[in-house]
């Protein structure tokens, strides 16, 4: 498993783990400071995981739009 990938994975198991916790204490997981701050990361982790990893979904480029600029000789 890529490095990306295991980070996405971890970020999962920990919201999965924090909503667990705070069911089990009575408190609503959506409403955990907690949750909320695991589910902003696991965003985050998911967004670097398709820049990374390639496309999700069909025409999804994430150069698109950069162009190359091509420099010959000093």
Do not use: F, W
Not at 3 to 28: F, I, N, Q, S
Not at 38 to 59: T, Y
């Amino acid at each position: 498993m890529n490095a990306p990938r295991r980070y996405l994975v971890d970020a999962m198991v920990a919201e999965a783990d924090a909503r667990r916790r705070a069911t089990e204490e009575g408190r609503d997981p959506e409403q955990c400071p907690e949750v909320a701050a695991l589910k902003a990361q696991l965003g985050v982790q998911q967004q670097l995981a398709q820049r990374v990893n390639g496309p999700r979904r069909e025409g999804y480029d994430p150069l698109r739009g950069l162009q190359h600029t091509r420099v010959i000789g000093p």
